[in-house]
């Protein structure tokens, strides 16, 4: 089966600075891969998402990257603001689609210093 | 966005005693509905598939006995834990995709389970 890898497991950094997080996956066949967001007590929340047809995404602050021949993909926030502390996770699907359940990463602690 | 409604967000309940959780999408209809189960400061582990109309399909190590999946209808799958014991303890969290190739997978907003 599928096994994603993701590091840092616990990354500090000062607001306004760039935050980058980054995943490996297995298997070759996964053709999509979403980041959520997790708050304490609360489920998980899909703020980017890349298919395997496409390089790079990008939205306002956040954008995902994708090397499908290195089989990794990162998270990249830009002007870090406390808001974004939180517990992100990345997460690979198989070619099954909405059909097939994601494969997590074990998580990266993000904490915004002040 | 998609919103997917799950209820309770916190039990407390006796070993022994069973608990059901309901899991709603509220904006599209979900072929398919994921039950996953988070340990504190743990990933997310998926513990099964469950498509509406069919039975669930539960993931290795499982006790689709002990944890009964029902996918009724289009925009409902309830969780229920059998006999719990404080092991069962945990965040439990369902999410949701219309089924389509393309479809994301939005999550509910969990149930925090405590069986004293």
């Known amino acids: 089966g599928e096994n994603v890898e993701q590091h840092p497991s616990t990354l500090s950094v000062q607001e306004g600075d760039s935050a980058v997080i980054k995943c490996t996956y297995s298997d070759s066949a996964s053709n999509y891969f979403p980041w959520y967001k997790q708050e304490l007590g609360k489920g998980p929340q899909l703020i980017i998402d890349?298919?395997?047809?496409?390089g790079e995404k990008k939205d306002q602050r956040i954008a995902v990257t994708l090397n499908k021949t290195a089989k990794h993909f990162s998270l990249h926030i830009t002007e870090t603001q406390p808001e974004d502390s939180a517990v992100y996770f990345c997460?690979?699907?198989?070619?099954?689609?909405?059909?097939?359940?994601?494969?997590f990463g074990k998580g990266t602690h993000l904490i915004i210093q002040p | 966005g998609a919103v997917v409604s799950q209820h309770p967000s916190r039990v407390i309940c006796k070993s022994g005693t069973s608990v059901k959780i309901e899991c709603r999408s509220l904006d599209f209809q979900a072929t398919t509905m994921f039950w996953y189960r988070q340990f504190p400061k743990k990933s997310l582990m998926l513990m099964a598939t469950?498509?509406?109309?069919?039975?669930?399909?539960?993931e290795q190590g499982v006790e689709k006995d002990k944890f009964l999946i029902n996918h009724a209808s289009l925009t409902l799958s309830t969780l229920t834990v059998t006999s719990a014991h404080p092991e069962d303890s945990s965040f439990y969290i369902c999410?949701?995709?219309?089924?389509?190739?393309?479809?994301?997978?939005?999550f509910g907003n969990g149930t925090r389970l405590t069986v004293t």
């Open positions: 890349i298919r395997s047809n496409v």
């Open positions: 999410s949701a995709s219309s089924g389509t190739a393309n479809s994301p997978l939005h």
């Open positions: 469950s498509n509406e109309g069919s039975k669930a399909t539960y």
């Open positions: 997460a690979a699907r198989g070619s099954g689609g909405g059909a097939d359940g994601l494969t």
